[in-house]
Nanobody, 120 residues
Framework: QVQLVESGGGFVQAGGSLRLSCTASGSISKLIAMGWYRQAPGRQRELVATITSTSTTTYSDSVKGRFTISRDNAKNTAYLQMNSLKPEDTAVYYC??????????????WGQGTQVTVSS
């Protein structure tokens, strides 16, 4: 069983910055990848950024150049540094971790979500 704890959400004015963190704990044999997703009211949940075990990153076109995902392997923690925030970034942000099974396969685990609100 793997548990994720998210923190760092809050209120910020447009153009400001915020840093989210996600820490995984529990039975982890190998953390394959971590990622951030977001869901705004009336919208589908969308991918924001991902980072693999080899630190390869991917970003949604809407956040490229503004957001940076990183990880601390020793702490099983992922971060999302959000700069130049826009009102369109307002959403609940969810951390997702892909963990290798002890013998085979992989499983996904989701964090509880943290609210990010950007005012104009």
């Amino acid at each position: 069983q793997v548990q994720l704890v998210e923190s760092g959400g809050g209120f910020v004015q447009a153009g400001g910055s915020l840093r989210l963190s996600c820490t995984a704990s529990g039975s982890i044999s190998k953390l394959i990848a971590m990622g951030w997703y977001r869901q705004a009211p009336g919208r589908q949940r969308e991918l924001v950024a991902t980072i693999t075990s080899t630190s390869t990153t991917t970003y949604s076109d809407s956040v490229k150049g503004r957001f940076t995902i990183s990880r601390d392997n020793a702490k099983n923690t992922a971060y999302l540094q959000m700069n130049s925030l826009k009102p369109e970034d307002t959403a609940v942000y969810y951390c997702k971790v892909k963990v290798a099974g002890f013998y085979y396969g992989a499983d996904d685990y989701w964090g509880q979500g943290t609210q990010v609100t950007v005012s104009s």
